[in-house]
């Protein structure tokens, strides 16, 4: 798995060049044969070959990149790239034309927005959930215990932008407990709230637990019971004009497999409320 594979282009060759010589042994071997298949997904001993485009949203890269090496180790032909951004942007990039296999989104209203555009191959599976908590700075020197303690007067507070997953959580949390934020920062993704937090720009952001679990000891979190008020639900689906279905469907089938389910608990996701193909 790459972000950006430096070989990408010497994998395309090589595997062009390969499918050139098959077409030239088969066309031999039998002039009545039918032409070969133009995908650049194949099945073989070795299982599926070809590369793979997924966007995720930004909470996912943890667990998303350690899937993306078992799925590559899996299938020893193939080559996955991964993007992470926010929600909101990776649905627009992909109803903008960006070339895409599979969309996992951090809310089911932006894979909506891509079912209703015809964007989606098939209905999209919900396959882990996510919480928020409050990330402060190691030490907490602005003792945030509470999410009431985040409207204190003079507290630098960042949160993601309304139209982002985290961000519409968060809205909705504010309105459980009656009180409204004054944040100095909005986000476009919940990375960048944490990266506010431990440069130490802000005193307090709102995460998801993930997020803080994977940051190791940059931060700190607070957990507040209000949270579960405005559970994430992660669904994840094929691209309609994804060129590798079969790749794309073996991939969302690890990620909503046992595998992926043992990567995201470790990672501090939970399970889909419930298991959901539409």
């Not at 599979?102 to 209703?116: E, H, I, P, Y």
């Not at 803080?212 to 000891?217: E, H, R, Y």
């Not at 669904?235 to 497999?257: D, H, M, Q, Y």
């Amino acid at each position: 798995m790459r972000f950006f594979p430096r070989g990408a282009r010497s994998l395309i060759l090589v595997i062009a060049l390969a499918g050139v010589l098959t077409a030239g042994l088969t066309g031999c071997g039998s002039a009545g044969s039918p032409p070969g298949n133009s995908s650049t997904t194949a099945v073989g001993s070795e299982g599926l070959s070809g590369n793979l485009t997924v966007f995720a949203a930004a909470s996912l890269k943890l667990p998303f990149t350690k899937l993306a090496d078992e799925f590559e180790a899996r299938n020893p032909g193939s080559s996955v790239v991964l993007s992470f951004a926010g929600s909101s942007d990776l649905a627009t990039q992909i109803t903008q034309g960006a070339p895409a296999d599979v969309v996992a989104t951090a809310d089911t209203r932006n894979m909506a927005k891509l079912a209703d555009a015809s964007l989606l191959d098939g209905a999209p599976t919900n396959f882990a959930t996510n919480v928020l908590t409050i990330a402060v700075p190691p030490g907490n020197p602005a003792s945030i215990r509470s999410f009431n303690d985040l409207a204190r007067p003079g507290t630098k507070v960042v949160v993601c932008a309304s139209q982002v997953p985290c961000g519409a959580a968060a809205d909705a949390v504010e309105q459980a407990v009656g009180t409204t934020l004054k944040p100095v920062s909005e986000e476009s993704s919940v990375t960048d709230v944490l990266g506010k937090v431990t440069s130490g720009e802000a005193d307090a952001g709102l995460v998801y637990v993930t997020d803080v679990k994977g940051a190791g000891d940059r931060v700190v979190g607070v957990p507040f019971a209000e949270a579960g008020s405005a559970v994430t639900t992660y669904p994840i689906a094929s691209v309609a004009t994804s060129r590798n279905k079969e790749l794309a469907s073996a991939f969302i089938a690890l990620v909503t497999g046992a595998e992926g389910a043992k990567v995201l608990a470790e990672a501090g996701f939970g399970a889909p409320e419930v298991p959901s193909h539409g």
